[in-house]
């Protein structure tokens, strides 16, 4: 990847939604150049996909839980139940698996208390666990779902004036 990548990726990061002939103008590129890039940055998997993200509050998303979980069960066997459980769970957004005290972490988005205490239920039920603990946010200071890139390819707001070998 280049620099004209770099720049390429942090404006789709902001926002995926541009027409190519914009994003091409922000990295001073003619279209077809720019879609190739954007092909090639696809199909070797750095561009995942690309959504819609929404407002959980305007969506009656109320309530992020940050759920700690140590298990006794540490088999390939167990892993593999517990993450076919967690992705038939839609109230899931994020599970890592931690170096440390707690084995995993999830990130829980829910309307309300009761929808989390059926998604507590349903998971302790469905498998065994040591512990489970659940931290409730009171406020959203930050979110992002953009990677930092090197500072001098953060995205341009307008039209890149710099010179630029094409595609």
């Known amino acids: 990847m280049d620099s004209t ?20 103008v922000r990295v001073n590129l003619s279209q077809t150049p720019c879609w190739r890039r954007i ?20 969506i009656g998303i109320d309530i992020t839980v940050f759920v700690a979980i140590e298990t006794g069960d540490h088999s390939s066997a167990w892993l593999s139940r517990f993450a076919a459980l967690l992705s038939d769970m839609p109230e899931v957004m994020e599970v890592h698996r931690m170096a440390g005290d707690i084995d995993y972490l999830l990130k829980i988005c829910v309307p309300n208390m009761t929808a989390y205490d059926d998604f507590y239920r349903k998971l302790i039920e469905a498998i065994p666990l040591k512990n489970v603990t659940s931290r409730f946010a009171m406020e959203r200071v930050k979110s992002t779902t953009a990677y930092p890139l090197p500072p001098a390819h953060r995205a341009p707001k307008g039209p890149d004036t710099s010179v630029h070998a094409g595609g």
């Open 39 to 58: 092909r090639r940055l696809e199909m070797s998997g750095v561009l995942e996909r690309r959504v819609a993200i929404l407002n959980p509050t305007a």
């Open 5 to 24: 990548d770099l720049k390429i990726l942090a404006i789709l990061q902001e926002d995926a939604s541009l027409a190519i002939a914009e994003v091409a």
